[in-house]
């Protein structure tokens, strides 16, 4: 199992994705997932949503 962090903003989502590429990050556990969320949303602006998607 791998997970996706995903952004949403106004009309558009996407998933975060590795360095200087247009791959998606995958999270090998949800707690790794989660805790990059957190930085995430910690560092953006408050109309963007951060959410996690199971792969």
Known sequence: MAY???REEKDTVRCLTEANSTMCKLFDTKEEA????KQLIAETAV?????????
Do not use: A
């Open 47 to 55: 109309n963007i949503h951060w959410f996690i998607v199971e792969m």
């Open 4 to 6: 996706v962090i995903m």
């Open 34 to 37: 989660e805790l990059m969320k």
